[in-house]
């Protein structure tokens, strides 16, 4: 069977109109402007606010535009794979529940559940179906609605994440462009260092798991962040080595806006220059499986056909990795 290559040939983002300012933040837990930005490189973050919005109304913002964007009727759409830590219900998933709001009537879908590394757990499993030949046209999404899963009175988790979405269109081509590699890793012992310890099968919601705030994100960031660097800079360096390029064959990194020391450190590590690696992460913090596409989409118009660009994240659990795309449009 003869492989077709995954295009990417639109991607789109949105976030939600309230902002929340380190100023904010100042006025709920004892913190500070200078320490947040000195820490982390976030000014501000979006927050979904609204009776009865969740994960997929951000979704549906960002995939509405991506099929006028794209020239994509709707009933084209054959799947949707949707990466979320924070779906709107346990059950069903938020891709279905995505394809109902939107009316997708020919489209199935399903959630991927990889916390920050989502998106491009996401992308990769996407992908397979328009290789394959099973699929024509393809949504990735990545979006997340952090501000229902953090406690605003732990000042380590809530000065850092934000809500908001990406979404990528996926379409086969024979020209050699699109997702071309991956390298994907895991590894479960990292659970001990972010993660949220209740609402599964481990420790049902309670009273005392209410009481307890065991509902909201726990992070220990210092093993946190020398596993995220570590575990990046490992996964781009395998991809590179695996496809016989070399960082300076390499036009734009798109890492994961986890935290701009992160960032930094990623890109210092490659010895990869800071103007070709997109940064938002001051207007949006991590929305976690959204920071990467939205980098995309802010940064779409500098990306010319055929650059060589790789994504890299890293997120609780652990789950890691490095996707390699050749970009398929643009002048």
């Known amino acids: 069977m003869t492989l077709l290559n995954a295009a990417i040939t639109g991607v789109q983002g949105w976030v939600p109109e309230d902002v929340l300012t380190n100023k904010d933040l100042e ?25 009865n919005k969740a994960t997929s109304d951000m979704a549906v913002h960002a995939v509405e535009a991506l099929l006028k964007k794209t020239g994509t009727r709707k009933d084209e759409v054959e799947l949707v794979v949707f990466a979320t830590v924070t779906p709107d219900m346990v059950m069903p ?12 009537k020919n489209a199935y879908g399903f959630d991927l559940k ?39 009175t732990d000042r380590a988790t809530c000065i850092i994440f934000g809500d908001g979405c990406g979404a990528v269109m996926l379409e086969p081509t024979e020209e050699a462009v699109g997702v071309r590699d991956s390298v994907l890793k895991g590894d479960g012992s990292g659970r001990q260092f ?32 020398k596993s995220a660097v570590r575990g990046m800079i490992g996964a781009i360096k395998e991809l590179l080595e695996r496809n016989n390029l070399s960082k300076d064959d390499i036009q734009w990194l798109i890492p994961h806006q986890a935290n701009k020391r992160i960032i930094n450190s990623v890109a210092d590590g490659m010895d990869f220059p800071r103007e070709k690696v997109t940064v938002n992460i001051h207007k ?7 920071t990467i596409p939205l980098c995309m989409w802010e940064w779409e118009d500098r ?19 490095a996707v390699l795309i050749k970009w398929a449009y643009g002048e």
Request: charged share 20%.
């Open 27 to 51: 006025g709920m837990v004892e913190t500070n402007d200078e320490w947040i930005r000195s820490r982390t490189g976030i000014v501000e973050r979006r927050i979904l606010k609204g009776e």
């Open 93 to 104: 998933d938020t891709a279905n529940t995505l394809c109902d709001k939107l009316g997708l």
């Open 114 to 152: 990889a916390a920050c590394s989502g998106f491009i757990y996401a992308l990769t499993v996407g992908a397979q179906f328009i290789q394959t030949g099973m699929h024509k046209k393809v949504i990735v999404v990545g979006a997340d609605k952090m501000s229902s899963i953090i406690d605003y």
């Open 194 to 225: 972010l993660r949220i310890e209740a609402g599964g099968s481990l420790k049902p919601a309670s009273a005392e798991t209410v009481e307890n705030r065991s509902h909201f994100v726990f992070q220990d960031g210092r093993p946190v962040f």
């Open 284 to 290: 949006y913090g991590n929305t976690t499986a959204g």
């Open 303 to 321: 990306f010319k056909k055929g650059d060589n660009i790789v994504l890299t994240a890293f997120g609780g659990g652990f789950t890691w990795g």
